[in-house]
């Protein structure tokens, strides 16, 4: 496994050398170390029965209860969770500059809590609901709160923990209460890309304006299965970019890759970033050096 790591994260260090622009995109594989489970497994298959579609949870009160009611349970896991290695390391490869831009098709905002900066949330963030109808927004831990005070008896089940901040809890939902806009009564939903939903214009053009400035991309635990996020890579291929992947298993955008890890995402990403770091300190050095030589020698000629 040590030989595998180093392998690829040296393959990884040269290829962010020779493209330090990169546009990357992470998935949910990157989430997993903070204890967020994902969807797909290394197939890209499903590990679990898909998330809710926009159209049931606007159409149906009972896949609102649903949905509510489980999450009162799951959403511990995204509240509690904090950056794991693999945000830590985009983070620092984003301050050595390597990074143009990070497109995330997570909604838990864990690489900003990491540090980095130039991040668009691709599918929003699940820390905010709004309001379908007239769109106020609240923070999700407010509503959560208040629903736990509406329904104690749900507030104290507990569930393992599923993706998304969702719950393998399975009862008789319909005494659940769910709460809606405190100004108008409208539905509130989550500040996210639903199955079914669309990602907003000026999301998707900011996203489309980062890879037009960029040299290279880097998808990073994902396997691009969700057309959002893989219709960047068919667009890079398109410029003629070149495509990296690091991931545990297959992509969507396979046929489109010019460098492919099948590896763990943090082990190698923090082996890259050291080398790079290690390099970087190297030609600080030899800088150094050569300044002071040229100023030695400038300081002899004008004794001589």
Same mark, same amino acid.
């Not at 595998?4 to 594989?29: C, D, K, N, Y």
């Not at 170390?33 to 590990?47: F, L, M, N, T």
């Not at 007239?134 to 104690?152: I, K, L």
């Not at 900011?206 to 890879?211: P, R, V």
């Given at each position: 496994?040590?030989k595998?790591? #180093?392998?690829?994260?040296?393959?990884?260090?040269? +290829?962010?050398?020779?493209?330090?622009?990169?546009?990357?995109?992470?998935?949910?594989?990157?989430?997993t170390? $903070?204890?967020?489970?994902?969807?797909?497994?290394? #197939?890209?298959?499903?590990?679990?029965?898909?998330?809710v579609?926009?159209g049931? +949870?606007?159409?149906?009160?009972?896949?609102?209860?649903?949905?509510?009611?489980?999450?009162l349970?799951? +959403?511990?896991?995204?509240?509690e969770?904090?950056?794991?290695?693999?945000?830590?390391?985009?983070?620092?490869?984003?301050?050595?500059? @390597?990074?143009?831009?990070?497109?995330?098709?997570?909604?838990?905002?864990?690489?900003q809590?990491?540090? $980095?900066?130039?991040?668009?949330d691709?599918?929003?963030?699940?820390?905010?609901?709004?309001c379908?109808?007239?769109?106020?927004?609240?923070?999700?831990?407010?509503?959560?709160?208040?629903?736990?005070?509406?329904?104690?008896a749900?507030?104290?089940?507990?569930?393992?923990?599923?993706p998304d901040?969702?719950?393998?809890?399975?009862?008789?939902f319909?005494? +659940?209460?769910?709460?809606?806009?405190?100004?108008?009564?409208?539905?509130?939903?989550?500040?996210?890309?639903y @199955?079914?939903?669309?990602?907003?214009?000026?999301?998707?053009?900011?996203?489309?304006? *980062?890879?037009?400035?960029?040299?290279?991309?880097?998808?990073?635990?994902? $396997? =691009?299965?969700?057309? $959002?996020?893989?219709?960047?890579?068919?667009?890079?291929?398109?410029?003629?970019?070149?495509?990296?992947?690091?991931s545990?298993?297959?992509?969507?955008?396979?046929?489109?890759?010019?460098?492919?890890?099948?590896?763990?995402?943090?082990?190698?990403?923090? @082996?890259?970033?050291?080398? =790079?770091?290690?390099?970087?300190?190297?030609?600080?050095?030899?800088?150094l050096?050569?300044?002071q030589?040229?100023?030695?020698?400038?300081?002899?000629? *004008?004794?001589?």
């Open positions: 496994m040590q595998r790591v #180093a392998q690829a994260g040296s393959e990884l260090a040269r +290829f962010i050398e020779q493209h330090p622009r990169l546009w990357v995109i992470t998935g949910a594989g990157v989430s170390d $903070s204890g967020i489970p994902d969807y797909r497994d290394e #197939a890209g298959q499903w590990k679990r029965p898909p998330p579609q926009h049931d +949870f606007m159409a149906s009160p009972s896949v609102r209860q649903r949905y509510w009611a489980r999450a349970v799951g +959403f511990q896991a995204l509240r969770a904090k950056p794991g290695g693999a945000h830590k390391a985009l983070a620092a490869l984003e301050a050595m500059g @390597y990074i143009e831009r990070l497109v995330t098709q997570n909604v838990d905002r864990l690489h809590r990491a540090g $980095s900066r130039r991040v668009i691709l599918h929003g963030r699940a820390d905010l609901v709004k379908m109808r007239c769109g106020y927004q609240m923070m999700r831990h407010a509503m959560h709160s208040e629903m736990a005070r509406m329904n104690p749900f507030a104290a089940l507990d569930a393992t923990h599923a901040g969702d719950a393998d809890l399975e009862t008789d319909s005494t +659940f209460r769910v709460f809606d806009c405190p100004r108008c009564h409208g539905i509130l939903k989550p500040d996210v890309v @199955y079914g939903d669309v990602v907003p214009v000026e999301r998707r053009l900011a996203a489309e304006a *980062g890879l037009k400035s960029a040299q290279a991309v880097l998808a990073v635990g994902t $396997s =691009l299965m969700v057309f $959002s996020g893989y219709r960047f890579c068919r667009e890079a291929h398109a410029m003629g970019l070149p495509i990296a992947s690091l545990l298993g297959v992509t969507r955008a396979d046929a489109l890759l010019t460098h492919q890890w099948q590896a763990p995402l943090t082990p190698v990403l923090t @082996y890259a970033v050291e080398q =790079l770091a290690s390099h970087q300190r190297a030609l600080d050095t030899q800088g050096s050569a300044s030589n040229r100023q030695g020698a400038s300081r002899s000629s *004008g004794s001589a």
